[in-house]
């Protein structure tokens, strides 16, 4: 018996695993569309998504979150019709989402998620809202560690990524561990 939510899972570990080994960015929306679908129904009711995603997926538009998915499944519609290219990095936020709402729904995220979530959090620190480092030259050199990262493509941040994962299956990085640079300052 393979339960939605365990549906869900085993679908966004193939897209991590897919994103990991650079591989079909079409499969991995696909594979990413498909838990997303199952998962926002089951938390729709919750104040998680009432009060957090809703309002954010709203602002983004169901239009643009499920167009390129529509249009893969419903050849019907528009069966001439072409698909432009798309940005993987899409399909990464698309991932952190569906991450978002499982780990509220099932309590916890798996090694392999939990690696994606972590590669999400250290590349994108300003959208995560970690705190900058009271050391201004450790903080400084993250900055420019992200940015070089950056500057060399895909293929570097995906190593990241494959890091992450061994780490996390290994056990090497813990799956609660707390990502803050360091503690917030109590006033």
């Known amino acids: 018996m393979i339960s939605k939510l365990d549906a869900a899972r085993r679908q966004l570990e193939a897209a991590i695993r897919l994103v990991a080994a650079i591989d079909d960015?079409?499969?991995?929306h696909t594979l990413t569309m498909?838990?997303?679908g199952i998962l926002e129904p089951l938390i729709r009711g919750q104040d998680f998504y009432k009060l957090g995603l809703k309002p954010h997926l709203d602002s983004i538009g169901k239009p643009h979150i499920w167009d390129k998915a529509n249009f893969l499944k419903h050849a019907d519609r528009d069966p001439d019709g072409l698909l432009?290219?798309?940005d993987p990095t899409d399909n990464d936020?698309?991932?952190?989402?569906?991450?978002l709402i499982y780990r509220v729904l099932s309590g916890e995220l798996t090694p392999l998620m939990a690696?994606?979530?972590f590669w999400m959090i250290v590349r994108h620190p300003d959208q995560f809202s970690l705190e900058e480092e009271d050391d201004p030259a450790f903080e400084e050199a993250y900055r420019e560690a992200i940015a070089f990262q950056r500057s060399q493509g895909r293929p570097a941040d995906v190593v990241l990524l494959g890091v992450l994962i061994e780490q996390f299956k290994q056990g090497e990085i813990p799956l609660n561990a707390d990502l803050r640079r360091r503690t917030r300052k109590q006033p």
Not at 25 to 28: E, F, R, V, Y
Not at 93 to 99: A, E, H, Q, V
């Open 93 to 99: 936020w698309r991932i952190g989402f569906c991450l």
């Open 34 to 36: 498909a838990a997303h």
């Open 25 to 28: 960015d079409l499969a991995i």
């Open 115 to 117: 690696a994606f979530h």
């Open 84 to 86: 432009a290219s798309f």
